[in-house]
């Protein structure tokens, strides 16, 4: 009995496991995180240049007294990062440092001590500000990605006052008691700010769309199966990857097989799209009815489908229907395409069946035959506007007769009229739907710059640069 308890214990661990594996993985390398700091930190300077700062006042001791301060309308003119790298601690987080970065700002400045009062325009150059921060990711509850700030240290090496006013001989004297607040305030607020900027951007993740709606068929599933990876030189994100009927987030019967991107860095992002995820997305389009076509309506630019039209292939129906009657095509897949991606090949072995019916005057149908194809496509993908866009070519298809009512025949009479049906009328139908293409995930603002698709073994590669558009 125990032994029987240890082997389902055992048995509950792997598929545990195996549900934990990802349908698709997000890397983003040094590349796509030292990009990613150029345009943080190009927003944190326009922020800082447009931000309006609160009036600092207060006083300091002197040897001459208390010294009253005002410092109000402060303006940064510049303010640069030279020095600012990001790193990666493995399994901890981000470090962003930053030496030798500096600023000046103009204020309207007074004081007053017991002796006198002046007030006038001043300028201040920070220079040799030293920040070091720590951010940690990690997932929260609804599969979101989730950022913060774990640790935050700021120095500054020097400062420069300058006041213009009616005593400037006095100045030199004051001055360092306005170094004092000026520091003390940068110490107090800096950090802070820091941290508020990393709450506006896990606000961003947070918002991501996790459950993202395709079309009026399917669904996907982009939350995260466990916390982000933070290695050496790059960060990966495992998410689950899987495609549902639109509104119907029923399990899965098969479970995503392991793989791992390539070690590369050449670009700054790479998305790996396992076999999973297009099982999932033919699943999900096969009970949504996606693939039932009524060929009809397809085919009629390029002929009539009449009787007559088969009745010339099948010299069973001429006999039976003497004169041409309006006809249609019922198209059904009668199984999930079953993919396939092999080194630069992705396949779809496709399982239908076709039955052509006899319209009658009164607009009754009546069945003439069934035949069952296996049809064999290539697809072809492309990105397109921040979606993933297949394609689909026939390659060869089977026929078999399942039903008839005018008798056996060769269903290889058949084979020219319905490669011209399935190239130009399925096919075609098809790719109607494919063109919409499948959203990958993306935060606002940014742009895939230049991706390359290859086709590995059990998985989709992209490897794509970033664009930013603030």
């Known amino acids: ?51 309006k700062f609160p009036d600092w006042s207060g006083r300091e001791k002197s040897g001459v007294g208390d010294v009253d301060y005002i410092l109000s309308g402060v303006r940064i003119n510049t303010i640069e990062f030279p020095d600012a790298s990001v790193s990666l601690i493995p399994g901890s987080g981000i470090k962003l440092s930053t030496q030798h970065a500096y600023a000046t700002f103009n204020a309207n400045w007074s004081i007053r001590t017991w002796l006198f009062k002046d007030s006038g325009r001043g300028t201040v150059s920070i220079s040799g500000v030293f920040i070091t921060a720590v951010f940690t990711m990690s997932q929260d509850n609804t599969g979101h990605p989730s950022m913060s700030l774990d640790s935050c240290q700021m120095s500054i090496r020097g400062m420069d006052i300058k006041l213009n006013g ?52 399917a669904q996907i599933d982009y939350s995260l199966v466990n916390s982000p990876g933070i290695f050496q030189s790059y960060i990966d994100l495992d998410l689950k990857g899987a495609v549902y009927p639109f509104r119907n987030w029923s399990d899965l019967a098969f479970v995503p097989a392991p793989f791992t991107l390539p070690d590369k860095s050449n670009s700054m992002l790479y998305l790996g799209i396992s076999e999973y995820f297009f099982k999932s997305a033919s699943l999900a389009y096969y009970k949504a009815g996606a693939f039932n076509i009524t060929t009809i309506e397809e085919l009629s630019s390029y002929f009539n489908v009449t009787t007559k039209t088969f009745g010339n292939i099948i010299p069973e129906i001429a006999q039976y229907y003497v004169e041409a009657q309006p006809a249609m095509l019922n198209l059904m897949a009668t199984a999930a395409p079953v993919v396939s991606l092999q080194p630069n090949a992705f396949s779809l072995e ?59 025949f060769e269903v290889s009479l058949l084979e020219n009229f319905l490669s011209y049906v399935l190239r130009n009328g399925v096919i075609p139908a098809a790719n109607v739907i494919l063109k919409k293409g499948f959203p990958l995930p993306n935060l606002d603002h940014i742009t895939l710059l230049r991706p390359v698709i290859k086709i590995n073994e059990g998985y989709l590669l992209i490897s794509t640069d970033i664009d930013y558009n603030l």
């Open 350 to 408: 496709i399982h239908a069946s076709m039955e052509v019916l006899v319209v009658q005057p009164n607009s009754t149908t009546q069945s003439i035959f069934t035949v069952n194809i296996i049809a064999n496509t290539n697809a072809s993908l492309t990105i397109f506007e921040q979606k993933l866009v297949g394609s689909l070519c026939l390659n060869r298809f089977q026929l078999f007769l399942a039903d008839s009512s005018v008798g056996f």
């Open 1 to 51: 009995m125990l032994k029987c308890w240890c082997f389902f214990l055992l048995l509950h661990w792997l598929i545990q496991q195996l549900d934990a594996n990802p349908g698709l993985k997000v890397r983003i390398t040094q590349k796509g995180l030292d990009y990613g700091k150029e345009i943080g930190l190009k927003v944190l300077k326009q922020r800082i240049k447009d931000e």
């Open 166 to 217: 009616t005593i400037s001989w006095l100045y030199k004297f004051f001055i360092k008691y306005l170094e004092k607040p000026i520091h003390r305030s940068l110490h107090t607020h800096s950090c802070p700010n820091i941290r508020q900027g990393i709450q506006r951007i896990d606000a961003q993740l947070r918002a991501l769309q996790v459950p993202t709606q395709i079309d009026a068929f």
